[in-house]
């Protein structure tokens, strides 16, 4: 059945694989909820689905279990009441080696075939999906469908076309044979045999479970790795929806469902790191703070540790063409999911003797003023930002909003709470806009949220530097310009080449720097304190596999 699994996605592989070489537009999953992609019903039965789960056990049948746990809630307002088994993490990493022996066996071919065939469901269940990550993560139901569904399961599929590339370019078999002169060659067959790492650890977020997931757990499945999957307390769900289905799956071909396990856990409970120091864990994915990603880099000493951590964005304004297409882009990348993406950005720097445009120079004041008259248009419509904003995943990110107004820096535009139309108790607040000066140690951390300041620095030289600094020394996951003169922008791209992040030129329209694609963008450089790897590229997977050589006489 595994091999049958293969065959029925390999022209999907050989795409994906032909995708990640061009690097130009392609998805493998339409981003559209039209039914005319996903049937006329969809919508309705994710809803009802995601419905029918509230208040109950969630149906995951895991061996081992010890009990049951689980308290998300709604940013929008309400309790999941959802429960979930809980499995001791000795038992996990226990089940997950006793599943490895025949899932090793069973060879690339398997592996990947059963990745795709997860895949392929994880796309049909992607309207129960939406609703799972849109009432954990706190994300309008639009990105949430988009982002929790297609694009991450673009993402998952993007992993393993690089894992197929990578183990491919293995022969399973060589003749060697080497010339004697006079004398017969000698001869020898080889035999060259993938082997994984072991047990993979996936540590998940709370605002982007399945996007900043999907790419280590199949980058491992893939490469023949059993995986644990440990979702944030505060948002279970979704990775509980994928484990459920990755396990149907492999049951179905043959294998133990225990080659893909759950590790929910109360939020009290230290699981993570007992599963991280498990010395049977040899890879390990997480995404979230930098003194959790640096623990484990420091201290999980026995895996490869891959992590994205946390950065502080940077955006350089020299020059622009028209002030308000970059200021309403500007305005929407900080409104857009309350500012709780890892790529969003914070210190926006601006010369203090202002900017070049077409109509002349703009002064400092009016440029920070334009900008601060973006975010609260583009808020002025509480049905339509809510939209745009979704609502706060963590409590503790409202307070942070509180910190940040106490610091006493000029207010271009304040934080609001706005009223959703449909969840009168949501947790939602539009960006907060503060000035500050180059050299104000405030600006020089993250501030996870809607939360940015408008720097004046002494020239864009200085903005350069600035920024090349602090991408340095605090590491950022993107970084944005403004500029109409190519001198300038050759500058800032050497910049971004010294620090290592990527960098987005003069975005005016309807691509923002939040934003990434799948088998275009990488995520991530791995060349600055903000992760140690890129979302995805051959050294995120060529790593999790060994190759074990025979070699005899014939």
């Known amino acids: 059945m595994s091999s049958d699994f293969f065959q029925r996605h390999e ?24 039914p005319r992609h996903y049937g006329e019903t969809a919508n309705e ?57 025949q899932w090793r ?35 309008g139901f639009m990105m949430a469908f988009q982002a929790g569904g297609p694009h991450a399961q673009d993402r998952g599929l993007e992993a393993v076309a690089y894992a197929w590339q990578e183990m491919s370019r293995i022969p399973g078999v060589a003749l060697w044979e080497k010339p004697q002169g006079k004398h017969d060659p000698i001869k020898m067959e080889k035999h060259f045999t993938i082997v994984p790492r072991g047990v993979a650890l996936v540590i998940g977020c709370s605002t982007f479970p399945t996007w900043n997931g999907y790419p280590g757990l199949f980058a491992s499945l893939a490469t023949g790795n059993t995986v644990i999957v440990k979702p944030h307390p505060g948002a279970i769900l979704p990775l509980a929806m994928t484990v459920r289905i990755a396990r149907e799956v492999l049951a179905e071909a043959g294998f133990d469902p225990d080659v893909v396990q759950l590790a929910a856990h109360a939020a009290d409970e230290d699981t993570a790191k007992t599963l991280a120091l498990d010395p049977s864990v040899k890879i390990i994915d997480f995404t979230g ?8 880099e420091q201290h999980a000493r026995q895996a490869q540790v891959y992590t994205e951590k946390a950065g502080v964005n940077q955006v350089i304004i020299d020059s622009v063409q028209d002030l308000k297409s ?17 790529t ?22 009016e440029v920070a003023r334009a900008l601060a008259t973006a975010v609260e248009k583009l ?51 539009t960006p907060l806009l503060l000035q500050a000066e180059a050299g104000d140690a405030n600006i020089e951390r993250e501030w996870f949220g809607p939360i940015a300041f408008v720097v004046a620095t002494d ?73 140690n790897a890129a979302l995805s590229d051959s050294a995120f997977v060529a790593n999790r596999f060994r190759v074990v050589q025979t070699r005899r006489h014939v």
């Open 344 to 365: 969003a950005p914070q210190n926006i720097y601006v010369p203090r003797a202002g900017i070049q445009t077409a109509e002349g120079l703009v002064s400092f004041d």
């Open 11 to 34: 022209p999907l592989l050989e795409r994906a694989v032909e995708a990640a070489a061009s690097r130009g537009y392609w998805s493998a999953f339409a981003e559209s909820p039209s």
């Open 105 to 139: 066996r069973a060879g690339p071919r398997a592996w990947v075939g059963v990745s795709l065939e997860i895949l392929a469901r994880l796309n049909q269940r992607s309207f129960e999906i939406a609703y799972a990550v849109q009432h954990t993560t706190g994300q």
């Open 459 to 531: 020239s864009t030289e200085h903005s350069i530097e600035l920024a090349r600094e602090s991408v340095l020394r605090h590491g950022a996951l993107s970084m944005s310009a403004y500029t109409t003169d190519e001198s300038v922008a050759a500058r800032i791209q050497e910049a971004a080449e010294v620090s290592g992040v990527a960098l987005s030129l003069n975005l005016t329209g309807a691509v923002f720097v939040n934003q990434t694609a799948a088998f275009s963008d990488f995520h991530g450089t791995g060349a600055n304190p903000a992760a």
């Open 379 to 429: 808020c002025s419509d509480p049905e339509k930002a809510v939209e745009i904003t979704g609502a706060i995943q963590n409590p503790g990110i409202a307070e942070r909003i509180d910190a940040a107004r106490a610091l006493g820096l000029p207010v271009l535009t304040d934080s609001r709470e706005l009223t959703h139309p449909r969840f009168a108790q949501a947790r939602i607040r």
């Open 45 to 101: 039965q994710g809803q009802a689905a995601f419905e029918a789960l509230r208040g109950n056990e969630f149906p995951l049948a895991l061996n081992g279990a010890d009990g049951q746990v689980g308290d998300e809630q709604s940013p929008f307002g309400f309790a999941l009441d959802i429960t979930y088994p809980r499995v001791p993490a000795t038992t996990l990493v226990k089940q997950a080696n006793q599943a490895l022996a």
């Open 326 to 342: 970059a200021v309403r882009n500007l305005a929407f990348s900080l409104a857009l999911y309350s500012g709780q993406m890892c």
């Open 289 to 296: 703070s930098s003194a959790n990603g640096n623990w484990l």
